[in-house]
Structure formats: C-alpha cells, structure tokens
C-alpha cells in the first residue's frame, strides 16, 4: 500500500484458521513487508470443524447459502484496509475445471485480485476469471475518459454518460475494472467523444442526429479519431 515500506521480498499471510481470521487485522498490519492476505480453505474448515471433506464444499446439511462468505469478506476488508491484494485459496479437484470456474468467478466478483492454483490446466481458467470483460473493460475507459473531460474541461463534479450519471464514486469503480483490463492485456475500441455544442459541427462532420446531446458524449469507434 502508499507509503509502505520493507525488505525487497514481499510476503503473503494466509489466514488459515478461527484464530487467523480473529486477528486479520493485526496480521494485515503486522510487516511492512506484507503484500497479501490469502485464504487458506482446508486448514480454516478443519479449525471450524466444518462437515466436509471436499475443501471449499459447503458442509453437510448446511442451510445457508455460502458458509465461506463471512471469512471471505473479512479477509478482502482487512486487505484492502491496508493497502494489501486479496487472493483466494486453491481449488483441489484439479480436474473439475467448472467447479474452479465458478469458484474463481465468485472470487473475483466479491473483490478479490487472485486465486492459488495448483496444476498449469487451472491457470488459463483462473485467468479469465479474474479479467474483466471486453464490454465492462470498453466502458470503464469511456467512464474515465468522459469524467476527466468533464470535471478538467467543463469543471462539473458530476455529468450523464449515456443514461448513466458519472461522478467520482463511478470513477473509482472504473478504474478497479480498467486497471484490470489493461493487466489482461485487452484492447480497446471506443474512444470518449466530447458532445457538440448545438448548432455546432465537429471539424470533418455534419452535425447529425447520431451526435449525443449535450452532457451524454458516447464512445466511437478508436479508429475513427
């Protein structure tokens, strides 16, 4: 996180049973060092006694919906309250690749940066997971680039995108999803184009009815620039 300091070797804690999650917060700010909390499932459900031997199952005869959601937010909260990433323990059934699938997914749209992996068949699978689509990726750069315009150009703290109002809590969650897509490597397509004032025309374009009115500037093609 800003500001920490430590040796040139980062470290992860993995919190791993009842007593692990009860201090969370002190492991998170026990190094500066520190770089990751990490979800251990095996060795937490053991400490719990939880009824299964499936690691990350939900226990026999358990009502609820989710027994891990509890020490999964703890722990991404305690991370990201300490500037650390979140990462989500191993997936053992190395060849149930539609359980990793939506055990990753879930991960990752709770908030957390990563998953173990055990085998080099898991990787590809725990990958996509984590990396945004190429529709949440096109719009989270348009949500950066029309709140830049319109809070450096037009000095407003808050506008329409399209249907949607922008301001800067919509700025913060589309940078989380743009920071992730440029990781993944994805392109982008669309670019942020300012509206036309009425009556005005874009330098080399008639003005027409496809132009948004003022305040909803939409994405174009990149190569249209």
């Given at each position: ?10 470290l992860g804690?993995?919190?791993?049973d ?49 027994a ?42 709770l ?24 529709d ?9 680039d029309a ?65 948004a ?13």
């Amino acid at each position: 996180g800003a500001g920490r300091r430590g040796g040139g070797i980062g470290l992860g804690a993995r919190i791993g049973d009842a007593r692990g999650l009860a201090n969370v917060e002190a492991i998170a700010a026990a190094s500066p060092r520190l770089r990751a909390l990490v979800c251990g499932p095996a060795d937490f459900m053991a400490s719990l006694g939880m009824r299964s031997l499936q690691v990350g199952g939900q226990p026999t005869g358990y009502a609820g919906s989710d027994a891990y959601h509890y020490p999964l937010l703890r722990i991404l909260v305690a991370a990201r309250s300490h500037g650390l990433a979140a990462i989500d323990g191993p997936y053992l059934a190395i060849g149930d690749l539609g359980g990793l699938r939506a055990a990753a997914v879930s991960a990752a749209a709770l908030g957390y940066d990563g998953k173990w992996v055990l085998h080099p068949g898991q990787i590809d699978v725990v990958n996509q997971a984590f990396s945004p689509s190429q529709d949440d990726y096109e719009r989270a750069e348009l949500i950066l680039d029309a709140y830049e315009y319109y809070t450096t150009v037009e000095h407003r703290g808050a506008a329409m995108l399209g249907d949607e109002m922008i301001d800067e809590a919509s700025r913060k969650l589309a940078l989380v999803t743009a920071v992730k897509g440029r990781a993944a490597g994805l392109a982008r397509s669309l670019r942020f184009e300012p509206p036309v004032p009425a009556g005005q025309s874009p330098p080399g374009r008639a003005t027409s009815a496809e132009h948004a009115p003022r305040g909803e500037g939409l994405g174009q093609s990149a190569g249209q620039r």
